[in-house]
């Protein structure tokens, strides 16, 4: 599975844009979620997915700490690369 900051985001696109019935681009990944339309209820789905499509906790503070989509997949791309010793 790809996991950089990119594919991470693109499929936020598209799993959000699902949700709110828009295009996959018209989610703007540098705009906050709340400006987006995204409800606590969406941003709960959207947790639930990311858990499980990538295996990274992500608790709802972590959306206030970031609050757009280029932000959280920085956050998973951290998350989820592997790191050298």
Not at 39 to 48: E, F, K, M, T
Not at 61 to 85: G, K, M, Q, S, W
């Amino acid at each position: 599975m790809d996991t950089s900051r990119e594919a991470i985001v693109r499929w936020c696109q598209e799993y959000l844009g699902n949700l709110l019935e828009i295009p996959a681009a018209a989610v703007d990944p540098a705009v906050d979620f709340d400006r987006l339309g995204i409800d606590s209820a969406l941003a709960v789905s959207l947790l639930i997915e990311v858990e499980e499509r990538y295996g990274v906790d992500l608790a709802p503070e972590d959306l206030f700490e970031n609050p757009n989509l280029d932000a959280v997949a920085a956050y998973l791309h951290a998350r989820t690369t592997p790191t050298v010793a």
